[in-house]
């Protein structure tokens, strides 16, 4: 898997595939406005076919009952993919956020879990696969629309406020005080994951849920170093959500920095006081981040 090869899935699929060239099209008129939160840079876009992900139904019950759309025999006709190691596929994103937007698939349909097998490390080898791109990984309760199919997605990094300001981060936090971003970098890839690992424990002791604890993660891979963000958080949707008010499903693009609103009349309204709530809502108190970094770095 390589830069070249995913431009040229692009070429072919969007010749053969008439949903994934209008995704595409979509994705390239889409409105966007910008913001800043207390000095810091935050945009939004308006991307109509987000909808379907954004008020997907998320409990276990309504995930057993669909079809799993990341598994071979439900996938379109005319979506082809891309090898990436034995495990895993590269497929074309129909519903893109990003610049080529695409969907790292395991073969086997096993949960969605970043410290399982083919979890944290094969991120980490995709990333190196993929310069200039980001690769991302929504948590089950996190915004994963496929919490029952481990997959990743990655994309071009161009537009994500948030990745372009942590270049050249260093191992620690990255300090807004409405947004919860654990970092860990270095160039040396089991270095990376022992860290990403030492930040997951403690994380998991405080979830009240068995499996893994809430978190979105971004990796990018420049000049021979991996930046990891780890993105804590406490819940997935924001009340302006379950109340109506806005339709707003944060997952790790938009903790990047890139608000994505599917529904007609939310990016005019928004206000940057409705994303500092939305961010202070769904994210770990910076306090309890800073506890579990302070844990991190003493022990
Ligand atoms: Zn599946």
Known sequence: MTPEAIDALFEA???????????????????????????????AVRIPHRVVSTTAPTDPAAIRQRPCFL???????AQTGIAFGPDMVVLAN??????????????????????GPSGVGAMLDA??????????????RSGASAPDHLHFQAGRSRGLPLVERAGGAVDGMLTDPWRAVLVVAGDDPEDVEAGFRRLM?????????????RVNVIVTFEGGRWTLLLFPR?????????EGRLTWS?????????????????????TADDIETVYREVSLPIDAAREILAREESS
Not at 127 to 140: D, Q, S
């Open 94 to 115: 129909p519903f893109p956020i990003l610049e080529r937007h695409v969907t790292l698939v395991h073969r086997e349909h096993a949960p969605q879990r970043i410290t």
């Open 127 to 140: 990333a190196r696969a993929l310069p200039g791109y980001v690769v991302i990984y929504n948590g089950p």
């Open 13 to 43: 699929q969007t010749a053969a595939w008439p949903d994934l060239d209008r995704g595409v099209e979509s994705l390239e008129r889409a409105a966007r406005r910008a913001f800043e939160i207390r000095g810091t840079r935050v945009d």
């Open 71 to 77: 598994c071979p025999e439900n996938r379109p006709a």
């Open 201 to 213: 424990s403690p994380l998991a002791a405080r979830s009240p849920e068995a499996d893994e604890p």
């Open 250 to 270: 944060p997952g790790a693009i938009d903790m990047a920095g890139l608000v994505v609103l599917p529904v007609a009349g939310d990016l005019e309204k928004l």
């Open 234 to 242: 406490a819940r997935h949707r924001p009340a302006a959500f379950h």
